[in-house]
């Protein structure tokens, strides 16, 4: 199917009148319209074109098919230039030029609706946001992006623009429109300059409409080495030691956003020498490397993860490489794969790496079994860091002095904020770490299904938690004391110390 970009009709036009332009040549254009529809408006449509038509009666599923399939590129195959894209104040300006609500429902011109879109896209990539939230209600729209983990309120809309910005974007994510009432998922390639960006849409319905949000994936940002990562020399050694065996299971473990699938592609890359089968099974895939085979989950179609991870094992891999261990079955799985020579790398959904152990023994994985095994358990948290620019220093307060012990500094650091770092005090995230390597007296401890109280005393006899990780950012400067208690809150001692 090929269209003209003259035989083309305005979205809101197409849709709210029920015609579609299926092809087009010089000679006449091919319509699409919808049971129902009034034909009074082809009337419209023939001026509009200006050639003659040919019709042709579609039901309401193949409308809507039709309709998505024909606009789903329309405003985003044109490249949109970041750098062209004024930060300052641009989408409020974009918001202004918003027709009132009789112009945007009557309009045969969807532009308005198409730069904003645009416009968000444009500025989320410029502030290098994660993920933009489109939030419904009753009473507005409001939109929010995540920034280095925290959301930031960016505009307030009125309610009236909800289902045509909503409607929008299922367009051009390919997914139906008609449908409202299940969660839908799709993709938008998005080019702005030089920078090719990968919008994965989500969409929820919710009380006040329909929630979507939009995660952005850089295509040209390269995967990051292990070294890259700023991990300290003493879990560097560990996580190099645990990729060099040949068998076992290593463990990435943390909330959603903590930087688990960055550890565990910059552990395949370094991996990724060519002298073995590298496959992974994951949900979704994120990164594409050069190399590996990668598998992408399908729940629809019944492609699970173990279901994924049975069929890779077929396949002759070396080192395997599961998203995440959720269920027994995957549990039961990796660690037979891993007992027949494979090595494999996953994540588990814990708050450190002793709780991993405890999950695994939920899903049912015999102690003897995880102690012969597991090879290293990471964990792993992200704190903002502090803008160079901007940041401040202050006299630790008695709150410091409780939390960081005899070790305070006379000095600290606070976020101030400045245009460098869009007034927020903090440019950019890094990791803090804890690592367990299973050597003997963890393995003899496992086995005898002991608890996470004295796997713990002996897995940190000789290295730092999590804490210690976070609190170490602070005394050097890196990040704040609020950022730390906020990563690792959970983790703070008896003795009140992160």
Known sequence: MTIDAPARLAYAFAKAHGIVVLDSDEARVRIGLREGADSEALLEARRALDRPLQVERLDRASFDRQLSEAYADAGLDRATDADAFDA????????????????LLESQDDAPIIRLINGLLAEAARLGASDVHVEPSEAHLRVRFRVDGVMREMLRLPARIAPL?????????????????????????????????DVRVSTLPARGGERV????????????SLRELGMPSQVLQAVDRALGVPNGIILVTGPTGSGKTTTLYAGLAGLNDGSRTILTVEDPVEYAIDGIGQTQVNAKVGMSFAAGLRAILRQDPDTVMVGEIRDPETARIAVQASLTGHLVLSTVHTNDAVGAITRLRDMGVEPFLLASTLRLILAQRLVRRLCPACRAPREPDALAVRVLGTAVPATLYRATGCQACN???????LGVYEAITIDEPLRRLIGE????????????????????????????????????????HQDTGADGQV
């Open 88 to 103: 300052h104040g641009s989408l409020d300006a974009l918001v202004d030029d918003m027709p009132a609500t009789a112009d």
């Open 165 to 197: 910005l909503v409607s929008r974007v299922k367009v051009m994510a390919r997914l139906d429109i008609a449908e409202k009432r299940i969660p839908q998922d799709g993709r938008i390639s998005v080019s702005m300059g030089a920078k090719a960006l």
């Open 213 to 224: 949000v939009m995660r952005l994936l850089d295509k040209e940002q390269g995967i990051l």
């Open 423 to 429: 007034h927020t005090g903090y440019a950019g995230r």
């Open 449 to 488: 299904n002991a608890d996470e109280g004295c796997i713990a005393r002996a897995a940190f006899a000789n290295g730092a938690r999590l804490s210690r990780a976070a609190r170490d950012c602070v005394l050097a400067g890196h990040t704040t004391l609020e950022e730390a208690l906020r990563v690792t």
